[in-house]
């Protein structure tokens, strides 16, 4: 991943799970499988193939109909609204980030979050207004289409007015940040905080970033 700074960065693409807040998806669904007996890495990629599949994470399914379909392939028997607590009591929103976030912005930047999830994403802005942190906010759900396909990036960088050598993108997931490499944004891999400040630093030098 590039973290070389070859144009000046007009505008920051956070991912949200991962980023901006714990794997809460991820971290739920295992914990999931643990306490109904499953294979944790099965289950997982079960139930996320049936998130983009079924159309959850692009806005053509409910929340009920992609548990519905989770039951069907996994044999699972717990109710929607148990399954629903465990995967949003899990997006903890890390705070020092947003504080980065809006160190950012207050420089000029744009400040942006590119996101596959679903409505979930809107149930904790609606608690944390995490939304006013942003200029913009692309939630697959919303906007149709999802980070496994260049086309969610171009569409980004068009509604932000940005070229990709301007743009840099912060994710955690390394299949991601690859694709936003093909088109020439700029990526930073989020693994640990105070790496990922440090590289954030060297990016943006005049800039005083918060300590956790």
């Known amino acids: 991943m590039t973290t070389e700074q070859a144009q000046p960065i007009e505008v920051v693409f956070f991912d949200f799970s991962g980023v901006l807040a714990d794997e809460g998806f991820v971290n739920g669904l295992r914990k999931i499988a643990v306490r109904n007996g499953f294979d944790p890495d ?108 260049h086309d969610y990036f171009h569409h980004a960088l068009r509604a932000m007015d940005v070229v990709p050598e301007r743009a840099l993108f912060v994710d955690d997931n390394p299949s991601n940040l690859l694709r936003a490499t093909d088109i020439g944004m700029q990526t930073l891999l989020y693994d640990e905080h105070d790496k990922v400040l440090k590289q954030l630093q060297e990016l943006f030098p005049e800039l005083i970033f918060p300590a956790i």
């Open 42 to 149: 099965e289950f997982q990629h079960i139930a996320t193939e049936i998130c983009y599949e079924g159309g959850y994470a692009t806005g053509t399914a409910t929340e009920a109909e992609f548990w519905e379909e989770v039951r069907k392939k996994t044999g699972l028997v717990e109710q929607t609204e148990l399954l629903h607590l465990e995967i949003m009591t899990g997006f903890d929103v890390r705070l020092w980030m947003l504080e980065v976030v809006d160190v950012i912005r207050a420089s000029g930047v744009k400040t942006a979050i590119l996101s596959d999830h679903t409505n979930w994403l809107e149930s904790l802005d609606f608690e944390h207004s995490i939304y006013s942190h942003f200029d913009r906010v692309f939630n697959s759900f919303r906007e149709g289409i999802s980070k496994r396909s």
